[in-house]
């Protein structure tokens, strides 16, 4: 059997390619004994992998450039964007299988929950646009009303090709189905549940232990989605009131967190560690040995700092937006807490709750991690959903 992955877009093909997103895909197909590679355009980028196809934007358009590849299936990462459906449907004429793996960016937006999407339309024009973010909020809450449902029947053709449609968590499903306008009866009939694929590296280790940490990692730099002055508030307020536990922030150090953290009192600020940038073999190491991570966030669509963090046997607290609603589903499990309010202070209570929560033996490392790792580890991810293909669409080419 061989099935490619494919990613329209001439992104870089190094090991951080092939450790995210279709290019793991990719490498869980050959974990699971089926011979995989992954297409992108030209041109060709230093660091490229072996197991990387580059070729001509058009031969991605062309079904007879598909048909010789011999293959028995594609799994297409893009996000059923109407510019590349053509590629969607060359694949199709081919003959191969086509698993689609679906954008969750606009599940909540105009379709569910408008207050919150508009309000998330023009805080981001604030922040980047504070002078002219009202007029491009206008402008921007229109588009979404009348251009969103245009581009989805646009969307809807490019949808009919697939025989499967993986979406990444549980509450974007129920908000698709909800579109008809978006999917047909067969299409809906064909989605699958496809989380973002994690590593299967990303496991608890009992021989590390876990301690009283909590860690947070994220672009602390890109302020209006990843929030951390709300995170900042947050910590402060749960350090003064829990004195044994260590806090681990990693990622881009903005200026004004390293104004804030040299702020903090003395008892505090011994506690609350900036690592900065570190490589992603030591971040493992901090997410076996913390009990908890953070997500501040505002939005995220799968948020893959704490997909990781559980399958690593950690919880997670995160707001109660609606746009992060599959990190709530990585609560679900008896692993995490969602903030009562979006506030700072219900934020530090729920670091708390949490904290309790394992003090009193109500978390459990083993079977977080053995949970999630069967729903997020991209090998079992294409275990699940490769029998489907088969037997729903028949046998590959």
Known sequence: MRWYTCTPVAYKGNNSFFNRDSGLFCRAFQEIGIDSRAVMPLPVQEGDEPDLIRTEYNNLKSSEWWKAQQIDGVLLYAWTKTCYTPIAKAIHESGAKLILYFDTGSCIYPWQNWRWGTYLT??????????????????????????????????????????????????AIEVYKKIP??????????????????????????????????????RWDDEEPKRPRYMMSALK???????????????????????????????????ITLHGVIPNPKLQEYYQKAKICLCPSIHESTHLVSAEAICCGCSVVVAPCPSLSCIHWYTSARSGTIANADTSECFANAIENEYVFWERGERNPFEISAFWTQQLHAVNTLRRILPYVSNSCGSGT
């Open 181 to 218: 306008i978006l999917m047909s009866h067969k299409s809906k009939s064909r989605i699958q549940l496809t989380p973002a694929p994690i590593a299967s590296h990303f496991v608890y280790d009992a021989s590390v232990g876990k301690e009283n940490r909590v860690i947070a990692v994220g």
């Open 122 to 171: 023009f805080r981001k024009w604030k922040f980047s646009h504070p002078r002219l973010y009202i007029i491009l909020g206008c402008l921007d809450v229109l588009r979404a009303n009348f251009l969103t449902p245009l581009n989805y029947i646009r969307r809807r053709q490019h949808i009919e090709y697939g025989d499967l449609i993986g979406i990444p968590f549980p509450a």
């Open 237 to 271: 307020q749960f350090t003064q009131r829990v004195s044994d536990v260590q806090v681990d922030i990693f990622g881009k150090i903005p200026e004004f967190m390293s104004l804030w953290h040299r702020q903090l009192p003395e008892k505090i600020r011994g506690r």
